[in-house]
């Protein structure tokens, strides 16, 4: 399902929108990456795009450069957060089943001091 921005009744939408502050770590006319509130591990950033997308289950062929835009991006955070020699883990839940709690694409961003051994 989609909505406008304006209409995107998730957290993540009162996010963009202003609504609840968030520790951004990244943004541009696309994507908004903060720091997720209850980290799973010693580095958990959350990467979503302003334009809504339920998950990645909804994706069809005319929002591939979003999702390119989307890795890219994390890719780059990762090198900003000096993640990129240690590692790190690019995750996406796809729908309820698969652990998606908020109905909003997104992108977890995770690693640690070490990278994530054992996780």
Same mark, same amino acid.
């Given at each position: ?7 995107? &009744?998730?957290?993540?939408?009162? $996010?963009?929108?202003? @609504?609840? &502050?968030? #520790? ?10 903060? +720091?997720? /509130?209850? &980290? ?5 950033? !959350?990467? /979503? &795009?302003? =334009? ?20 890219? =991006?994390?890719? #780059? $955070?990762?090198?900003? !957060?000096?993640? #990129? ?5 690019? /995750? =996406? ?7 998606? @709690?908020?109905? +909003?694409?997104?992108? +977890? /961003? ?10």
């Amino acid at each position: 399902m989609r909505y406008s921005f304006d209409e995107n &009744p998730t957290i993540f939408g009162k $996010i963009l929108r202003g @609504e609840i &502050p968030c #520790k951004k770590v990244y943004e541009d006319d696309h994507v908004l990456a903060f +720091h997720d /509130i209850a &980290p799973k591990a010693p580095v958990h950033v !959350l990467v /979503i &795009p302003k =334009t809504h997308l339920e998950g990645l289950q909804d994706a069809q062929e005319a929002d591939a450069d979003l999702l390119g835009r989307l890795m890219v =991006t994390a890719n #780059k $955070i990762a090198a900003e !957060l000096g993640l #990129k020699e240690q590692g790190y883990r690019l /995750i =996406t839940n796809a729908g309820k089943g698969a652990g998606q @709690e908020v109905p +909003h694409l997104h992108l +977890h /961003i995770l690693s640690g001091p070490s990278g994530l051994p054992g996780f």
